[in-house]
Structures are given as structure tokens and as C-alpha cells.
């Protein structure tokens, strides 16, 4: 990694850290806000010309924009009705978590099983063109992770 490279990282952690404050303060997340509150960047137009810079700035914004509406319904809403709908929110979260755990489950053992069959060099093929979703599927843990010998075949065949 050069030495841009490092500066930039490090500039983008800052970055990171300054959004997250302002979100944690509700003060609106903009790219001058940003720059006014950075120690090494002094312009706005700095965050808006950096693609990495921009695309982390605009994820923050949304989720600024997310947090206030769920304050805007928050407040009209009782304690009661309040509470009742973060029951039903943990209550859906804890059934998608237990319906990823399965799935995951599944599909590491639908690889397995493929890949004992002599046919995971064709399922990744497949998923070549398909980078982002198996690199999910990677993250999730949902792609064993074994070394893949091919099947020898025996020479004498039983009846």
C-alpha cells in the first residue's frame, strides 16, 4: 500500500468517526459539516469529488434520514403502542436471524453434498458470474470450507 493510500485510509476513519458523531448529535450530515470538523480536509468539494468519500457520506445521510423518520412516527405514538411495535420488530428479527441460521445450514450441506458428488468445480462456475452473491454467502459462513479432492474411481466394480 503507498503512502496515499494510508493517508487516505486514515482520512476516511476520521471521516467515518465525524459522521458518526454527527448522526449521534442529530446535526445534519452534509459534506461541509464534515470538512469543517476534519483535521485534514478542508473542503467540501474534497468528500464530493472522492467516490469512496461520497458513497460514505451519502450511506450516513440515509441513515440520518432513517433515523428521523422512525423519531417523526416515534413521537406520535403512545409509550404503549411504542413498545408493542419494538416487541413485533424483535419478534421479526429473531425470526428472519433463526431463518438465515437455517438457510445457511441447508446450503452449506447442499455443498457438501455436491462437492462429494464430484460437481463443485461446475457450482462455482455457475457463481462466477455471480461474485457478489457468493461472496455473501461467504460472509454469512454458508460456503464450507474444506479442501475439495476429486473422487477416485474404483478400477473393480461391485455387483
Not at 448529535?25 to 464530493?48: G, K, Q, W
Amino acid at each position: 500500500m503507498n503512502k496515499t493510500n494510508e493517508v487516505s485510509s486514515a482520512d476516511d476513519g476520521k471521516m467515518r468517526e465525524i459522521l458518526e458523531v454527527l448522526l449521534t448529535d442529530d446535526e445534519d450530515i452534509t459534506a461541509r459539516a464534515v470538512a469543517r470538523l476534519h483535521p485534514s480536509i478542508r473542503a467540501a468539494s474534497s468528500i464530493t469529488r472522492s467516490e469512496s468519500r461520497r458513497r460514505l457520506l451519502a450511506e450516513y445521510q440515509q441513515r440520518q434520514a432513517e433515523y428521523r423518520r422512525w423519531r417523526g412516527r416515534a413521537a406520535k405514538q403512545s409509550g404503549a403502542d411504542m413498545a408493542a411495535t419494538l416487541a413485533d420488530k424483535d419478534l421479526r428479527i429473531a425470526e428472519l436471524e433463526a431463518t438465515v441460521q437455517l438457510l445457511t445450514a441447508s446450503h452449506v450441506a447442499t455443498l457438501r453434498a455436491v462437492g462429494e458428488l464430484g460437481g463443485f468445480s461446475k457450482w462455482a462456475r455457475f457463481y462466477e458470474q455471480y461474485r457478489d452473491a457468493r461472496d455473501k454467502l461467504a460472509e454469512l459462513g454458508a460456503i464450507p470450507e474444506a479442501a475439495i479432492v476429486p473422487m477416485q474411481e474404483n478400477s473393480k466394480r461391485r455387483n
